[in-house]
């Protein structure tokens, strides 16, 4: 849909300002295009290239409580964990050896702090955050962490930011160009001139 | 696009596709005369630019992420780091600048200043400064404004003259009226009014107006770090490249990692070593070098070019070459507004304040700078660098991104840096880029009163925000720079063929064929906004290289 749209934007602005600037422009807006279809094809689908079902519960869980849900989607409903893992089979590869040590980390405090617990997941909330704190200041939570937030925020073609749940969250309108006002202040500026 | 043959010598060979060898092109190629230009980045168009913060992303925080699309690689070009010739330099990245064509234009600010006349002149203004290389420019405000008009309608660029009490003389408007004021501009304004300052439109190197064939700001918020996908940033990507171009005496030779300049028996430059895109040296002949490779690659470059009549490095008899290396600095403080400003629709900067630009003894210490208001921070790059004084993830962390995104405001001070003959780009005696090349190693520490005056700053900073009405407001801890996007001053101008690398039209002293153009010929800092003065300084640069050309002074095809 968002690639629909900026195509058709780009047509607009396009023939919007007239014949000579779209020739000019043609060989740029093909390019454009071909990248928004692209991004396009490549849509996630939901299955998960490098995680198990399970280490994809205790990933997402964890994900989940570094951006939660509370009255706005978290990371879980973002759907982070596609983001994730699709990273880890594509750009960000090398990370494979640091979640699957970093699972096994997670795994271990969970059983230090919960002997009966059969999973991260499996625990209440409060105590996921428990074992999170635990594990604050390791590298694979600094690298969970990241993932998260870049899941979130990076565009829904990435497989994150599932319908753009992040970006409303922080008030950002994805649109292809603004006009004024911008803000507030400006907008009352503007009244007053 | 002309093609040339490696073999057969055109009047110039230009390094560097950015804000200064694209002027330089274009300058030349419109006089009629053949230039190559050798870029080592891509050649991307506005379609290749997207609307992708993690696409962009690596570009400043981790090259391991994503791809770098405008910007040196640290993975393939390493530099090194160390604060003093004592220190054994480590692998710590401390340089950025554009790769690509149309260089750091493409992808900067698109703050547009002016230096000011005193810019040229301080060090008779102020007096020495012991320990510095402080020193005047050999040229005046009066002889470079032709040339500021002249960038400033050749490339487009938006503001208002007049409007800033403190700016120099202009020999004519803007070509733009000045973008839509922001919400920060608004605050800025605001604060400054409060305080007795003066707010003014920014000059910004952005089409508030078709111009040119070239299509208007459409606000996208996808601006600094960013190519744009209009063509609207006044990159020379965007404006003067597609010019030299459609001369037919310009071909951008993209891909073109260069080597050195090769000399012939006469000790004038013939040519220039690279490789191509498969690593395979080439040699493009050329009756004349230009070297617009940036503050650090240019001198990088003449220190690797060693031959029997120059052992020590092309242009460096004096030893001087690298030296007085100027790396940028800032200061600023951030605040949160009980309403959104969005923040992240339009141009990064709306208004400046220019009121502390000169440097005051008062003070107690030499420095200057000017503020712009912004909040330039993607959403991505926001949440991870999140305040640390909150926490960093929890349902906490999630309330603070998402009240804060669209109602923070930063006042970023750009500010003098002394330049210091200690502070150098040299040629890294262990590490080597992907192409066994030495890497440039950066010595580096600022002088005492750098530090003064981004304490200084930083007062300032918060004194506009709390004067604006933020909620809260923090200052930035003031620290030895270490990391830099501005690099300047490292192959000084002057009529000194002693003190100085290369003459007032950017020739070097020991090579009459060879030209220095970039931020590498600043004398001084300015106040850390130097790609309209690069650019004035390359129309300049360019003008006297024809003139030169037309009398013979140098071999051409004229």
Redesign the interface.
Known sequence: MENDS?RQFLFR?ATG?GG??LN??W??????Q??AREAANSHTVLVFQFFSPEQAAEVEAAAA????A?D?P?AREARVIYFIDR?LVT??K?KQPAYLLGLRELQVKTLELFPLAKSFSGLTSPQQ?EV?HAI?KTDFFELL??H???G????PE?GGNHNQV??K????ED??????P?????A???KRQ | MKKFDTNTAVDFVVVGAGAAGGVVAKELSTAGLDVVVLEQGPYLLEGDFAHDELENWAFWNSPRIGRSMLANNHERQPNTFRKTNNETAVVKPTIQYGQCVGGGSVHFTANYWRFHEIDFVERSRWGSISGTGFDDWPITYAELEPYYTKAEWDLGISGLAGANPFEPPHSKPYPLPPLPVKSSGVLLERGAKKLGWHAYSAPMAILSQPYKGRAACGHCGYCECFGCEWGAKSSTLASVIPMAEDTGHCEIRSGAYVRQISVDRQGRVNGMVYFDGQRQEQMQRAKAVVVCANGAETPRLLLQSTSSQFPNGLANSNGLVGKFLILECGAGATGTFEHPLNEYKSVVVTRVVQDFYDADPKRGFYGGGGMDARFDDHPIAYAISYRPDLPRWGSDFKRAVKENYTRTLNVFAHLTSLPMETNTVSLDPEVKDAWGQPAVRITYRNHPDDLKNMAFFRERALELLQAAGAKKQWGWPVEEVTMSVHLMGTCRMGNDPETSVVNKYHRAHDVPNLFVVDGSSFVTSGRNQPTCTIQALAYRAADNMVQAAKTGEIPSSF
Not at chain 1, 27 to 32: D, K, T, W
Not at chain 1, 175 to 180: A, F
């Open positions: 900026r602005s300002l000579a600037w000019m422009q060989p740029a807006i093909l390019a454009a071909n990248h409580q570094i951006i939660p509370d706005t978290g990273a750009f960000d090398d955050i999170l604050e962490r990241l998260t937030i870049v979130f925020f990076a565009r990435y992040g970006w969250l922080i008030g950002l649109k292809m160009t603004y006009e004024p911008f803000g507030y202040y400006d009352e500026y503007n």
